[in-house]
């Protein structure tokens, strides 16, 4: 076991850990850093629980070596709110009911958050594209996507909600 210590910018803070040259950046967020939004389940890179941002961009963290993340500025879930108020897009999941047990939700509205920072006006097919590696087992995706659109209509002057019509 070769134990050095690092220094991860998460959420904006600096923090040095130590760790095993092989610890993931998952288990350096949940174990090290006890942030435990970031989401521990296939372990294969293959169901998007355990996404973050790498610079902006969607990462999967079981794959990602911790050692690899000094010098990158890492976002998770824990780090989009600001003061505890939600961000649009977090929101806008809970109002369209994209969430169900919210093992994904994290996973999920990071892919969303990055996805709208880079293309402020995704079609349909784009965000799907965007959520291909996050997997779910109880929302069936449309009420996601839903709320993306939403968001994505919000922020581009063009609320599909009907004249007229109030919340």
């Given amino acids: ?85 939600l961000t649009d897009i977090q929101q806008a999941f809970i109002d369209h009911g994209a969430i169900q047990c919210g093992f994904c939700t994290p996973g999920m509205v990071l892919s969303a958050t990055s996805l709208l920072t880079e293309n402020p006006s995704p079609e349909r097919a784009e965000i799907q594209k965007a959520l291909e590696g996050n997997l779910c087992r109880c929302t069936g995706y449309n009420k996601v996507v839903e709320a993306i659109e939403s968001v994505r209509n919000k922020r581009n002057g063009t609320d599909d909600r009907q004249e007229g019509t109030e919340d």
């Fill in 1 to 85: 076991m070769k134990n050095i210590p690092i220094t991860l910018n998460v959420n904006g803070e600096e923090y040095t850990v130590v760790v095993d040259h092989r610890d993931t950046l998952l288990y350096a967020l949940r174990e090290k850093l006890f942030l435990t939004g970031t989401k521990e389940a296939c372990g294969t890179g293959e169901c998007g629980a355990c996404t973050v941002l790498m610079d902006g961009s969607p990462i999967l963290s079981c794959l990602t070596l911790a050692v690899e993340a000094q010098g990158r500025k890492i976002t998770t879930i824990e780090g989009l709110s600001a003061g505890g108020t």
